[in-house]
């Protein structure tokens, strides 16, 4: 199987303003200096908001450090007549390499759905940018024990009309609503279940060589505790991670997991 490198991926949400993401920003590039950080071994990124990637972008093409970025969303569309949203191709000039599409929040909050997930990460990919497509189940689905079906055709949906070539540059991240924010992670074991079926979802549909090298991260209460068992799984290739990513020191420790 061909070597997937591990992402660890730390979405802030509406958290640090562009003052702050500069400190955090920082203080996570001497921690990961400092422990000898290879991107080519494990890939760290983070997630701030909008507003903050000019400044993000300002400091780690100056100073050359080794981190991506990449934003928590965008928009569907190109250009135009759609107040308050931003465009792939102004995330892209801003060097991001990554934006995050469909996350929980986003599905809740804004009743965005798979549809529209699928047309932003077309827009992601049109843009040169890799998204982070998120998928997983609220407490309901999982106790009724429909968990894998459910997740898996949330994944179809969200990936639907994308090319073998197009889905060969996407990440997907498997994030049951019920440990979004809980302090309640999923077991090794849960993770290893379902990040196997939504590969063999892939697989299926694209065939076995876009889902051998697609990276699949598990999200939802991400800690350094808890980081080394979940990527030790074998579908398992990395981390989102929402409030942890916020300390510098924590975030580090989980990206250097295998250190
Ligand atoms: C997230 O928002 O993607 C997330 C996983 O959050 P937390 O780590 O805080 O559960």
Not at 20 to 41: I, K, N, P, S
Not at 73 to 98: K, M, W
Not at 154 to 163: D, T, V, W
Request: net charge negative.
């Amino acid at each position: 199987a061909p070597a997937r490198t591990p992402l660890i991926a730390g979405n802030w949400k509406m958290n640090m303003d562009h003052r702050e993401a500069v400190t955090l920003v920082q203080r996570l590039a001497w921690l990961l200096q400092d422990a000898g950080h290879e991107q080519e071994h494990v890939e760290a990124a983070v997630f701030p908001p909008f507003t903050d990637l000019r400044a993000v972008q300002t400091l780690v093409t100056g100073d050359r450090i080794e981190l991506a970025y990449g934003a928590q969303d965008l928009s569907p569309e190109d250009s135009g007549a759609y107040t308050g949203d931003v465009s792939g191709a102004f995330l892209n000039s801003l060097g991001c390499a990554y934006a995050i599409v469909g996350h929980s929040e986003r599905r809740t909050i804004h009743g965005e759905d798979d549809a529209l997930v699928a047309r932003k990460a077309a827009a992601a990919l049109r843009h040169g940018l890799a998204p982070v497509v998120c998928v997983g189940e609220g407490l309901e689905v999982r106790q009724a024990g429909r968990h894998v079906e459910h997740t898996v055709e949330q994944l179809r949906g969200s990936l639907a009309g994308l090319s073998a070539e197009d889905a060969a540059r996407i990440v997907v991240a498997y994030e049951p609503v019920w440990a979004i924010g809980t302090g309640e992670v999923a077991s090794a074991g849960d993770a290893q279940e379902m990040c196997a079926a939504l590969r063999a979802e892939v697989a299926r549909i694209h065939g076995d060589d876009v889902a051998a090298g697609m990276r699949l991260l598990y999200g939802g209460s991400v800690k350094s505790s808890s980081a080394p068992e979940l990527l030790a799984q074998p579908d398992v290739d990395g981390a989102l991670v929402g409030g942890a990513s916020l300390d510098a020191d924590e975030f580090a420790r989980i990206v250097r997991f295998d250190a």
